[in-house]
């Protein structure tokens, strides 16, 4: 088991401007954790953090397992995809993680299939649509059965239709078991999707909740203007 994750007075800094403040934090096994805020809030910056995609600037951030290798999994809002075939995509992804040549072919239909993507398992990637696309990374992921998994604003350039899609893999995710962390300033999103609200603001985290409480009794004046709309997007 991979988690806690736990994060100590992390900091990130950038063209000489603090991006991520003194922050400190446990993210358990359980139930989804969503990251919300207006754009600019540090939500993005914060989640290659936690993925080790960014080196802190100071702080630190440690996994219960040491290095939690491939048990941690990210999914981007704009997905990259592989020059070859929808089922190649997964099959690839599967290589890396030095799962036998035997196995992947099958293991990669099962990904596809629970996604609603089996059909198209010859397409070629790149000329799938947007939800689709996001529905191959989602696959890849699931492929891996990481114990977390990290979203940044994975629904945030779909339709309504695609990202209702989106939104029912993320549950089936969640509901075998694997930590969902997700980053989003969709509000409705965060309501139908969370369990519990880390708000962030100008690069600091102001508020932690659960979802109800977040929504109904907000504990600081900035959370409050956020979910009114007020909030300037920076």
Do not use: C
Not at 42 to 53: A, C, E, F, I, N
Not at 76 to 100: D, G, M
Not at 148 to 163: G, H, I, M, N, W
Request: overall charge positive.
């Amino acid at each position: 088991m991979i988690l806690p994750l736990k994060v100590s007075e992390l900091t990130f800094a950038a063209g000489g401007r603090t991006l991520i403040a003194p922050l400190s934090l446990e993210i358990a096994a359980g139930p989804s954790t969503i990251i919300v805020g207006a754009n600019g809030a540090g939500k993005s910056v914060l989640m290659r953090l936690l993925h080790g995609l960014l080196p802190p600037s100071s702080g630190s951030i440690s996994w219960s397992a040491g290095n939690p290798g491939r048990r941690q999994a990210m999914v981007f809002q704009r997905p990259v995809l592989l020059r070859r075939s929808v089922l190649a995509n997964v099959t690839y992804a599967l290589k890396l993680a030095n799962v036998r040549r035997a196995e992947r072919e099958g293991i990669a239909l099962e990904a596809l299939e629970s996604v609603g993507l089996a059909s198209l398992a010859i397409r070629p990637a790149r000329v799938l649509s947007g939800g689709e696309q996001q529905r191959l990374a989602l696959a890849r992921a699931w492929a891996l059965h990481p114990e977390v998994l990290f979203l940044d604003e994975p629904t945030a350039s779909l339709d309504p239709t695609a990202t209702r899609e989106i939104e029912r893999v993320i549950q089936a995710f969640d509901a075998a078991g694997t930590k969902i962390v997700m980053a989003t300033h969709n509000l409705g999103q965060a309501r139908r999707l969370d369990d519990e609200v880390l708000f962030l603001h100008q690069g600091r985290l102001v508020e932690r909740a659960p979802v109800e409480e977040f929504f109904s009794r907000p504990a600081s004046p900035e959370a409050s203007a956020f979910i009114k709309g007020e909030l300037p997007w920076v």
